[in-house]
């Protein structure tokens, strides 16, 4: 790791001490994280949960739950959701829009 900052330190032309090359390293990945926050942070989705008991599902509860891209699905976190609840999972309902998350 020395070795690489050293390097770095001479490419950049002038006097640069380890210290000072440190510092601009640090400040460009705190930028590079707050880039890539703000990109995965748009656009949010949610999806409606129904959780219930019975067989047929007799919906006794609905929740929200903000779905990511990918994994887990809409099923597995609603799936989830019901059993922390102490229901059965009924279902996925709509997803839809929710730039400022799950309403309340």
Same mark, same amino acid.
Request: aromatic letters at 6%; glycine letters at 12%; hydrophobic letters at 30%.
């Given at each position: 790791?020395?070795?690489?900052?050293?390097?770095?330190?001479? !490419?950049?032309?002038? @006097?640069?001490? $380890?210290?000072? *090359?440190?510092?601009?390293? &640090? +400040? =460009?990945?705190?930028?590079?994280?707050?880039?890539? !926050?703000?990109?995965? @942070?748009?656009? $949010?989705?949610? *999806?409606?949960?129904?959780? &219930? +008991? =019975?067989?047929?599902?007799?919906?006794?509860?609905?929740?929200?739950?903000?779905?990511?891209?990918?994994?887990?699905?809409?099923?597995?976190?609603?799936?989830?959701?019901?059993?922390?609840?102490?229901?059965?999972?009924?279902?996925?309902?709509?997803?839809?829009?929710?730039?400022?998350?799950?309403?309340?």
């Amino acid at each position: 790791m020395d070795k690489k900052v050293e390097e770095l330190s001479r !490419r950049m032309g002038h @006097a640069t001490s $380890r210290r000072q *090359a440190l510092k601009i390293l &640090g +400040v =460009g990945l705190v930028g590079s994280g707050f880039l890539a !926050r703000s990109a995965s @942070a748009a656009p $949010r989705t949610c *999806a409606t949960c129904q959780c &219930g +008991v =019975g067989r047929p599902c007799n919906v006794k509860q609905t929740f929200c739950v903000e779905v990511g891209r990918g994994f887990p699905s809409a099923q597995d976190q609603c799936s989830a959701r019901c059993t922390q609840a102490g229901f059965k999972f009924c279902g996925a309902g709509t997803q839809f829009h929710c730039p400022q998350g799950c309403p309340a």
